[in-house]
């Protein structure tokens, strides 16, 4: 039984440790100014203002990395959640996307926040400001239908 016991032990120790070495990747990909989404989309001001402070850093290449990002587990989870972010919506390669693909993005855009789904709570939890009053969701929204109905209508 003691045996049993240090082997756990001795493995259960390696693995934290062996944890605290691993480094993820916590990339910056190059921001190309003419695919961003203001270079290419009529974006007011106070639209840009509420998707930098709630959106950017899980789907854009301009992620603000906090410090906690560097410990495991959390790193492991943030690295997770921005790869998947910017797998779904890069706002920073927004030019890439054509004008079908955009408009709908849109489209889930408006009905994620509006539904409380986005930014996720985990984000929310450590990052108050990217909480969404009901006056940012309709400036998204209002925005994002407009910008959404002149993409489907031959907008670029």
């Given at each position: 039984?003691?045996?049993?016991?240090?082997?756990?032990?001795?493995?259960?120790?390696?693995?934290?440790?062996?944890?605290?070495?691993?480094?993820?990747?916590?990339?910056?990909p190059?921001?190309?100014?003419?695919?961003?989404?203001?270079?290419?989309?009529?974006?007011?001001?106070?639209?840009?203002?509420?998707?930098?402070r709630?959106?950017?850093?899980?789907?854009?290449?301009?992620?603000?990395?906090?410090?906690?990002?560097?410990?495991?587990p959390?790193?492991?989870?943030?690295?997770?959640d921005?790869k998947?972010?910017?797998?779904?919506?890069?706002?920073?390669?927004?030019g890439?996307?054509?004008?079908?693909?955009?408009?709908?993005?849109?489209d889930?855009?408006?009905?994620?926040?509006?539904?409380?789904?986005?930014?996720?709570?985990?984000?929310?939890?450590l990052?108050?400001?990217?909480?969404?009053?009901?006056?940012?969701?309709?400036?998204?929204?209002?925005?994002?239908?407009?910008?959404?109905?002149?993409?489907?209508?031959?907008?670029?």
């Amino acid at each position: 039984m003691r045996v049993r016991t240090r082997v756990s032990t001795g493995l259960a120790v390696l693995f934290v440790g062996s944890a605290l070495w691993i480094r993820l990747d916590r990339t910056f990909p190059a921001v190309d100014p003419q695919l961003r989404l203001e270079a290419t989309a009529d974006v007011p001001a106070p639209v840009l203002a509420v998707l930098r402070r709630a959106c950017y850093d899980c789907h854009s290449n301009e992620t603000r990395w906090p410090w906690y990002s560097s410990v495991p587990p959390a790193s492991w989870l943030i690295a997770h959640d921005v790869k998947e972010g910017r797998g779904q919506l890069n706002l920073s390669a927004w030019g890439r996307y054509n004008p079908f693909d955009r408009a709908d993005m849109l489209d889930k855009i408006c009905d994620r926040v509006s539904k409380g789904r986005m930014p996720m709570w985990q984000y929310r939890l450590l990052h108050p400001e990217a909480r969404l009053s009901d006056r940012d969701i309709k400036t998204v929204c209002d925005w994002s239908e407009t910008e959404a109905a002149r993409l489907v209508q031959g907008g670029t």
